[in-house]
Nanobody, 126 residues
Framework: QVQLVESGGGLVQAGGSLRLSCAAS????????MGWFRQAPGKEREFVAG????????YYADFVKGRFTISRDNAKNTVYLQMRSLKPEDTAVYYC???????????????????WGQGTQVTVSS
């Protein structure tokens, strides 16, 4: 099982930016599809962005398209989520997820991921 540790969350004003990082350890990172999810208070966890094992494919939820960018550095065993033009409705706990897979595609479903980080809080003030 891979261990995932998120960092980079915090408090930011609307319109600002944050970059989340997720460091992976425990197995070869390049065999994992990676994803970011979020959960706001009182709401279910939702998919935000995903990236394939090689990094050549990405997919975004409609509500973050054009504002967030997911990337990965397999040499550093780290996946990133660059968030720009943040809105108060982006406030949530953000989770990194990993799944060891032979598939080259992006995984979008929460139940497709077997490993999860502890989450990092992102708060966007208006």
């Amino acid at each position: 099982q891979v261990q995932l540790v998120e960092s980079g969350g915090g408090l930011v004003q609307a319109g600002g930016s944050l970059r989340l990082s997720c460091a992976a350890s425990g197995r070869a990172f390049s065999n994992d599809a990676m994803g970011w999810f979020r959960q706001a208070p009182g709401k279910e966890r939702e998919f935000v962005a995903g990236i394939s094992r090689s990094g050549d494919s990405t997919y975004y939820a409609d509500f973050v398209k054009g504002r967030f960018t997911i990337s990965r550095d397999n040499a550093k065993n780290t996946v990133y989520l660059q968030m720009r033009s943040l809105k108060p409705e982006d406030t949530a706990v953000y989770y990194c997820a990993a799944e060891f897979t032979s598939r080259r595609s992006v995984l979008r479903g929460e139940d497709e991921y077997g490993s999860w980080g502890q989450g990092t809080q992102v708060t966007v003030s208006s």
